[in-house]
C-alpha cells in the first residue's frame, strides 16, 4: 500500500482500507511500498497485475483494487470477511 492502513497516500488505497473496514476484513496488515519499493515489484511480477493495491489474503494473491470492488460489488468479499478462515488468521493486506 502507498502508505499505511492508518494514513494511506493514494485514492485506491484509501479507498480499499474503507472496503475492507466497513466488510470487517481485520487485522490488516500493510506493507508501505514506499518505503520498501522493492516489495511493489515482487507483487506485481507474482500476481501478474500491475493494476495496484495488490490484495494478499492468508498468503494468497486474492485481487488488485478492480478485482476486490468487484468482489465487494458482488457480496463475494462480505463472504470472504465472515467466513471461518479469514477469522482463524489475520487477513495479510499487501497493498501495492
Same mark, same amino acid.
Given at each position: 500500500m502507498e502508505g499505511t492502513v492508518d494514513a494511506p497516500k493514494s485514492l485506491l488505497s484509501n479507498n480499499l482500507v474503507k472496503l475492507l473496514t466497513g466488510?470487517? &476484513?481485520?487485522? =490488516?496488515?500493510?506493507? /508501505?511500498? =514506499?518505503? *520498501?519499493? &522493492?516489495?511493489? @515489484? #515482487? $507483487?506485481? *511480477?507474482?500476481?501478474?497485475? *500491475?493494476?495496484?493495491?495488490?490484495? #494478499?489474503?492468508?498468503? $494468497?494473491? #486474492? @485481487? /488488485? #483494487? /478492480?478485482?476486490?470492488?468487484?468482489?465487494f460489488k458482488s457480496g463475494d468479499l462480505q463472504k470472504l470477511a465472515s467466513s471461518n478462515v479469514s477469522k482463524s488468521a489475520p487477513l495479510p493486506v499487501g497493498m501495492f
Open positions: 466488510v470487517q &476484513a481485520v487485522p =490488516l496488515v500493510c506493507v /508501505d511500498v =514506499l518505503e *520498501h519499493p &522493492a516489495i511493489m @515489484g #515482487y $507483487t506485481v *511480477h507474482r500476481s501478474g497485475s *500491475h493494476c495496484t493495491p495488490h490484495v #494478499y489474503v492468508n498468503g $494468497t494473491f #486474492y @485481487g /488488485d #483494487y /478492480d478485482m476486490v470492488m468487484s468482489k
